[in-house]
T-cell receptor, first 113, second 112 residues
Framework: DAEITQSPRHKITETGRQVTLACHQT?????MFWYRQDLGHGLRLIHY???????NKGEVSDGYSVSRSNTEDLPLTLESAASSQTSVYFC????????????FGEGSWLTVV | TQLLEQSPQFLSIQEGENLTVYCNSS?????LQWYRQEPGEGPVLLVT?????EVKKLKRLTFQFGDARKDSSLHITAAQPGDTGLYLC????????????FGTGTRLQVTL
């Protein structure tokens, strides 16, 4: 079955370190998204991509970057981790047509100490 | 920035009770989705409503999209412990290629 997987599922890192969260989907979806989820804020969009070599900033993109070198993967990089980036991160993907179902990964719990 | 406010934030009820969760915005959305998220997992889509005034039913769950497409509600009849979870509404606008704006969430606990 097609799926979307995230790794690592849990990570503790130190302030200032670079961290990369991986996201891999096997649906061949063009659209991929990264969200963070925090209490009281719901899910907020960090970055998104509509296809290979395309990346766009979401509402909370500062301190994060993404790259899309193929259809299947959209890694999220925290350039210099900060305590404010402690959160649960969700990757998601969907087909190109507007309104199609968005499928979420199981989440990556990141703690910055 | 478009905002979606959900109420209540937390709800603890007993099995068999009915409940309604509200999702409100000052912005108009072309469609609205409801998700349920269980601990340790990502959100899972329950329903999409696209027409103002639309009502959709999914077993004991009834979803309604406001006439002006600014608000939505989720009504659960005879809640069961399996309904426990975080319920999220999310708005979508035409031309944003599935880029959702999520509500703040309603955490529901149903006890025996």
């Amino acid at each position: 079955d097609a799926e979307i997987t995230q790794s690592p599922r849990h990570k503790i890192t130190e302030t200032g370190r670079q961290v990369t969260l991986a996201c891999h989907q096997t649906w061949n979806h063009n659209n991929m998204f990264w969200y963070r989820q925090d209490l009281g804020h719901g899910l907020r969009l960090i970055h998104y991509s509509y296809g290979v070599q395309d990346t766009n900033k979401g509402e909370v993109s500062d301190g994060y970057s993404v790259s899309r070198s193929n259809t299947e993967d959209l890694p999220l990089t925290l350039e210099s981790a900060a305590s404010s980036q402690t959160s649960v991160y969700f990757c998601a993907s969907s087909e190109s047509r507007v309104g199609n179902t968005i499928y979420f990964g199981e989440g990556s719990w990141l703690t910055v100490v | 920035t478009q905002l979606l406010e959900q109420s209540p934030q937390f709800l603890s009820i007993q099995e068999g009770e009915n409940l309604t969760v509200y999702c409100n915005s000052s912005s108009v959305f072309s469609s609205l989705q409801w998700y349920r998220q269980e601990p340790g997992e990502g959100p899972v889509l329950l329903v999409t409503v696209v027409t103002g005034g639309e009502v959709k039913k999914l077993k004991r769950l009834t979803f309604q999209f406001g006439d002006a497409r600014k608000d939505s509600s989720l009504h659960i009849t005879a809640a069961q412990p399996g309904d426990t979870g975080l319920y999220l509404c999310a708005g979508l606008n035409t031309g944003t290629a599935s880029k959702l704006t999520f509500g703040t969430g309603t955490r529901l606990q149903v006890t025996l």
